[in-house]
């Protein structure tokens, strides 16, 4: 394609704004975002400002977006969970293109419709499972199929969300209750699922799952806690939200997390939202249930097994793989950007993932190297096999996510794929 990729994107928070429609303004020469929509005037403002669109091209809602005529190659949906499948749906039958932020759905008929429906229009969608681009599991999965450690028969995988993560996100914000956005294993661990999947090469025959909510829970308030964290008068607690932000924003500036607490924050914007928004509630006092902590057992098609723990109680966040073979063993730290290849009988060697490549920003690279891929699979350069994360190689992670939680809702009962 000679003219430049037209892009919508639907909900301009930090994925859509921050992330994407940044990366894509330093793509100017092969794409050019057209319209915008948010709920949040705030949101729509920063987008006007950071692209230059008119207001006429801004929309109060993505809905609102959708209803008119198609406006562009492209949409971008990246609204809060429970919105992607009806925007996606609509935007489908409009027949755009999509880079459609994870999760697909939070239904497994859901999701299987959405594939379905983009085939049958021949459309072209990516899910952002950016994981698949960074140069450590692309580095893991080169190494894997190059034989080195042999057949995989056993993988450990742990997403350490870290204690401030856990309560930023999955207990004060978006993803705190299941009912509101999805199911922890889904929001968060898809992307886990997928990476499994997709470094064996392998489909999953049953998946088992235990896990609860275990600290962040009113009975759990210490003492002198109080609903919100400038009233508190507990003792060391680590999850005391002014402390966090104030400090996050003294060390790095307007960046994320903290930009997610006050947009474009400044000290006053912050204490003014924490005094307010849900970022300033106290742990113990919020209405979260997503789980703290989760095990996950696959069982793959070959029988390999894959053990994989989401904790909230960790001091650092990071994944870390543990992948056993036959003739040898892979010790991936996604954090340190190390690959330690272990094979049986012989020297360790480390591989400094460092040194593979210029760019690890944004998840660890991730994010650039998608929204790259997905320009070149828009403009025909490579075709919907080149690329790493079409929908219908998606389904299965959410799939198995959604076992995961069926199971763990069942008291760790497997479910069984057919
Ligand atoms: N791929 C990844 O690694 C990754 C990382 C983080 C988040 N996500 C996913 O991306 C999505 C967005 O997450 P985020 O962190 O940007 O959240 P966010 O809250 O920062 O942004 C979402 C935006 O959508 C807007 N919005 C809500 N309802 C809307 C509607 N009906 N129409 C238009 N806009 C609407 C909100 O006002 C907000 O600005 C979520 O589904 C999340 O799970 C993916």
Sequence with gaps: MDRKIRIAVAGCGSR????YSKILMNMQDKAEIVAAADIDPEKLEGMRRLTGIPESACYASAE?????PRLADVMLICTPDRCHYTEAKAALEKDYDLLLEKPIATQADQCRELSELALSRGRKVVV????????????????????????????QAMEQVCYWHQAHSFVRGNWRNADLSSCMILQKCCHDMDILLWLTGKHCRRVSSFGDLSLFRAENAPEGSAARCVDC???????????FYLSEYRRTGDEWPQNVVAFAPDEEKLMAALREGPYGRCVYHCDNNVVDHQVVNLELEDGATVNFTMTA???????????????????????????RVMRYGQEDQVIDVRKLADDFSGHGGGDARLVQEFMELIRGEIGVSGTLTSIDRSVESHLVALGAEESRLAGGKPVVFA
């Design 313 to 339: 109680f960790t001091a650092h966040g990071g994944r870390t793989l543990r992948v056993g073979g036959t003739m040898g063993e892979l010790y991936c730290e996604m954090k340190a950007n190390t690959i």
């Design 64 to 68: 609102e977006m959708l209803e008119q």
């Design 128 to 155: 952002c499972h950016v994981l698949r681009y960074t140069p450590f599991y692309q580095e893991i999965k080169r190494l894997i199929d190059s034989g080195i450690i042999g057949r995989v028969v056993n993988i």
């Design 16 to 19: 859509g704004q921050d992330t």
């Design 233 to 243: 008068k507990a003792k060391d607690c680590p999850y005391n939200a002014v402390d």
